[in-house]
């Protein structure tokens, strides 16, 4: 996933902060695009975290010098 509709929205915002703009408006088109990342973005975050989710197990080590 590139991200690209988040980064073009990321830049958009910032343009109109610089020129004090008080609204912000956003073709349909373009916030289905910044939608469908968004919704990428957190699937592959959510896949992620079950990856990860450590499995608790119980492992036993036994050691004794033998005849050592």
Not at 18 to 25: E, P, Q
């Amino acid at each position: 996933m590139s991200g690209l509709h988040i980064n073009r929205f990321i830049d958009r915002l910032q343009q109109l902060e610089l020129k004090n703009s008080k609204d912000f408006i956003c073709p349909m088109q373009d916030a289905k695009n910044l939608h469908n990342d968004i919704t990428r973005l957190l699937l592959r975050l959510e896949k992620q975290d079950q990856e990860v989710q450590p499995v608790d197990q119980e492992i036993t080590v036994r050691m004794d010098g033998g005849n050592f």
